[in-house]
């Protein structure tokens, strides 16, 4: 069984500085995808970013990087110079791949979020 | 960003009430998704459909009936609703290919059950 640990319920951090948001997963697979999501208060789901578990480096897309700690199974956000608009739920999600229908799909398991609150 | 669209965003609904929500995406994916975000609780996986075919359904009670007629279009009815069923349920997309299959959610339906 998967399983997807987010430590930390809420942050707070002063706009333009940095912040680093905790996921530690667990699982037995080899091969497995890392995700996360943000949420605003409107409710949908942005997705942000992704790490395969046989990536040698680091992701990064724009302000955010993956901090990818295979060995210590932690799959940390780090968003740079935060702005208000970065205000919202973010969720840590993991994937195993699953075949069945003729394709194969992500499912995905999601931790518990955390909130971040950038003040100005 | 329209990939992944869903109505009605909101919905009241009596227990003896039938409603159905609607997903639908615009990006080509072979796998629709419907999740259930209760408060303080994560993400829960409803349903999953591959190519038209229903491939996953976690435990989820009768009440609660997917559709999905095309790639493009997803449906839930719903029907003699608890309160305890009232969140936000989101429907999600992905190609279905890869290993890096990325879900894109659209903005949720937020149902209340009285």
């Known amino acids: 069984a998967q399983k997807i640990t987010q430590t930390q319920p809420g942050m707070f951090v002063q706009e333009k500085e940095a912040v680093t948001l905790d996921c530690t997963y667990d699982?037995?697979?080899?091969?497995?995808?890392l995700f996360w999501y943000k949420q605003p208060s409107s409710g949908e789901m942005i997705f942000l970013i992704y790490?395969?578990?046989?990536?040698?480096q680091n992701a990064t897309e724009g302000r955010y990087s993956l901090n990818f700690q295979k060995a210590r199974k932690s799959a940390n956000l780090v968003i740079s110079a935060s702005q208000l608009g970065d205000s919202a739920m973010y969720f840590c999600?993991?994937?195993?791949?699953?075949?069945?229908?003729?394709?194969?799909?992500?499912?995905?398991?999601f931790g518990q979020g955390t909130i971040l609150t950038v003040h100005p | 960003e329209t990939g992944v669209t869903q109505t009605p965003r909101h919905l009241v609904m009596g227990m003896t009430n039938k409603k159905s929500l609607k997903c639908e995406q615009h990006?080509?994916?072979?796998?629709m998704y419907w999740y259930k975000q209760s408060a303080k609780k994560p993400l829960e996986l409803m349903f999953v459909?591959?190519?038209?075919?229903?491939?996953e359904n976690n435990s989820v009670p009768s009440r609660f009936s997917p559709e999905c007629p095309n790639s493009s279009h997803l449906f839930l009815h719903l029907h003699t609703l608890q309160p305890e069923d009232s969140a936000l349920y989101l429907c999600?997309?992905?190609?279905?290919?890869?290993?890096?299959?990325?879900?894109?959610f659209g903005p949720g339906t937020r149902l209340t059950v009285l």
């Open positions: 459909y591959s190519l038209e075919e229903r491939v």
């Open positions: 699982t037995s697979d080899q091969s497995y995808g």
């Open positions: 999600a993991m994937r195993e791949a699953t075949n069945a229908g003729g394709t194969s799909y992500g499912k995905l398991t």
């Open positions: 999600a997309s992905s190609r279905g290919q890869g290993a890096a299959d990325t879900q894109y």
């Open positions: 790490q395969g578990s046989y990536d040698e």
């Open positions: 990006l080509g994916h072979n796998a």
